[in-house]
């Protein structure tokens, strides 16, 4: 079957850094994408990768390794905004996105 | 000037009704999505369409179905509701069919259904 896995909930202080993991096991691969969802709204895109490496976008990165299975977003200079849901998803063979549950992030003063 | 918008936001109703919720896009976009976000926070597709194919997920229930009235509405119909419904609804849409590999979706507010 299809596996997207990330932790359930992490958390970080404000001001400093966080890497939150996505491991995936899927029916192909096209590409990883990482959203934000806060609390009762709708996810929002964050970024893609489908080579392998880190793409960097202000204070978010985000990293894969199609051999390993693996991608991480990391969060620098953490802002109380940025408490959210962080969701890990993998467009398959099919075109199809699969959607990890979400890491639960929890930013403290 | 929302870019999807979904009507109602909450939804409360009673286990064996019909109910539909409305989905609009206003982005221009060709291909729409239906999610349901249950409990445990997992996303799931459930229907991609667009005006050459409705792709529908197989694991959902036959009571379930899309209405595309026009390229930028795509409405969910659900028949005999049950409470394992009981769920968040979130309608999507992207500019490009899904074979695009970078085809980022943008997501309306979701719909709270609550089946009693």
């Known amino acids: 079957g299809q596996n997207i896995d990330q932790p359930t909930e992490m958390t970080a202080t404000e001001g400093a850094i966080v890497q939150i993991n996505c491991t995936y096991q899927?029916?192909?691969?096209?590409?990883l994408f990482w959203y934000q969802q806060h609390a009762g709204e709708a996810p929002t895109f964050l970024s893609y990768?489908?080579l392998d490496g880190l793409e960097e976008k202000g204070r978010f990165s985000s990293f894969l390794s199609r051999s390993k299975g693996y991608s991480y977003l990391l969060l620098k200079e953490l802002q109380m905004k940025d408490s959210a849901s962080y969701l890990c998803?993998?467009?398959?063979?099919?075109?199809?996105?699969?959607w990890g549950a979400g890491t639960k992030l929890i930013i403290k003063p | 000037d929302t870019a999807v918008s979904q009507t109602p936001k909450y939804l409360v109703t009673q286990m064996g009704n019909d109910k539909s919720i409305k989905c609009e896009q206003n982005?221009?976009?060709?291909?729409m999505y239906w999610y349901k976000q249950d409990s445990k926070k997992f996303l799931k597709i459930m229907f991609s369409?667009?005006?050459?194919?409705?792709?529908i997920n197989e694991t959902v229930p036959n009571r379930f179905s899309p209405k595309s009235p026009d390229k930028a509405h795509l409405n969910l119909h659900i028949n005999s509701l049950e409470l394992g419904d009981s769920a968040v609804y979130f309608c999507?849409?992207?500019?490009?069919?899904?074979?695009?590999?970078?085809?980022?979706?943008?997501f309306g507010p979701g719909t709270r259904l609550t089946v009693l």
């Open positions: 990768n489908v």
């Open positions: 998803a993998v467009k398959d063979s099919n075109y199809q996105l699969i």
């Open positions: 369409y667009n005006n050459k194919e409705l792709i």
């Open positions: 982005l221009g976009h060709d291909t």
């Open positions: 999507a849409s992207s500019p490009r069919t899904s074979e695009i590999l970078l085809n980022e979706q943008f």
């Open positions: 899927t029916s192909g691969f096209n590409g």
